[in-house]
C-alpha cells in the first residue's frame, strides 16, 4: 500500500466486509480520518480519494486547514475529536460540523448557546 488512495480503498473493503459479518450496510458506517498530523495537501489527497469527513483534535491546528481547504466540494464535514475547554466552545462551534468531546454539562451548555455544530454522544 503505497498511496493515500491505496489505504483509503483497503480500510474501505474492512469496513465492508466488518459490516457485512454485522449484518449491515457498509453505508451505515461513516469512515472519519483523524487528519491531526496531517498536512493540508495530503488531506486533500485523501479528499480526492473519496474521504469526506476529517477528525482534528486541536482547534488552533485545525483552523488553517479548514481554511485552506473551504474550496473542496462537496464540502468536507468537519470533527473534533479532542477535548475541548469550555472557553473554546464558540470558536470550535464556528469552524467543526460535528464536536464528539463533550465532556461537562458546562460545555454542552456553551455549545448549546452558540452551536451550529451537531454534538456527539
Do not use: Y
Not at 483509503?8 to 457498509?26: M, Q, T
Not at 495537501?41 to 481554511?67: M, Y
Not at 475529536?81 to 458546562?106: E, M, P, T, W, Y
Amino acid at each position: 500500500m503505497d498511496t493515500i488512495g491505496e489505504n483509503i480503498g483497503w480500510v474501505n473493503r474492512r469496513v465492508a466486509e466488518a459490516s457485512h459479518r454485522a449484518g449491515r450496510h457498509a453505508d451505515e458506517v461513516t469512515l472519519v480520518a483523524v487528519s491531526k498530523t496531517a498536512s493540508a495537501e495530503a488531506i486533500e489527497l485523501a479528499f480526492k480519494a473519496g474521504l469526506r469527513h476529517f477528525g482534528e483534535s486541536r482547534i488552533q491546528e485545525a483552523e488553517p486547514k479548514i481554511e485552506r481547504l473551504a474550496h473542496l466540494r462537496p464540502a468536507v464535514t468537519w470533527h473534533l475529536v479532542g477535548h475541548l475547554q469550555s472557553n473554546k466552545a464558540r470558536l470550535a462551534a464556528d469552524i467543526f460540523d460535528i464536536i464528539h468531546s463533550v465532556d461537562s454539562v458546562k460545555l454542552a451548555e456553551r455549545l448549546s448557546k452558540t452551536t451550529k455544530a451537531r454534538i456527539c454522544p
